[in-house]
């Protein structure tokens, strides 16, 4: 049985945290969208970044803003207690694109993302 609307509403919220945080260049939103447990799995240019989300975090604050950062965020699916985001990026640090999927659980009625995996364009990738 597909999920109402509002309850569509409730986790595209809760995936602006994550947006917000990488637009303003601010941890501090997607800290409280992130469980402390949340994992982090993806290739920044070209290395294996995967563990604790800590990393996103020190990421986004040390990349900062900027001006022409644009995303759009997919509500994939929603079972339950269970919501698959997919968050797409444009200019993130002013030249890397980026497809996220964010896994959210509902607990204690709250959406909380528990794990985040991502992709980096292949055409954004600098060679270090």
């Known amino acids: 049985m597909r999920a109402d609307i509002e309850e569509y509403k409730a986790v595209e919220n809760a995936a602006m945290k994550f947006v917000k945080s990488v637009a303003e260049g601010n941890s501090s939103y997607a800290k409280s969208l992130f469980t402390d447990e949340a994992v982090l ?5 070209g290395h294996l970044e995967h563990g604790n989300i800590e990393q996103f975090y020190q990421n986004v604050d040390t990349v900062g803003p900027d001006p022409n ?11 339950e207690t269970l919501a698959v985001v997919r968050v797409l990026e444009e200019n993130w640090g002013g030249h890397i694109n980026f497809t996220d999927y964010l896994l959210l659980m509902k607990m204690n009625g709250e959406w909380k993302c528990v794990a985040k995996a991502y992709n980096q364009n292949s055409n954004t990738i600098q060679k270090s």
């Not at 644009?70 to 929603?78: P, T």
């Open 41 to 45: 799995f993806g290739y920044l240019n």
């Open 69 to 79: 950062f644009k995303a759009r965020i997919d509500v994939m699916d929603i079972e």
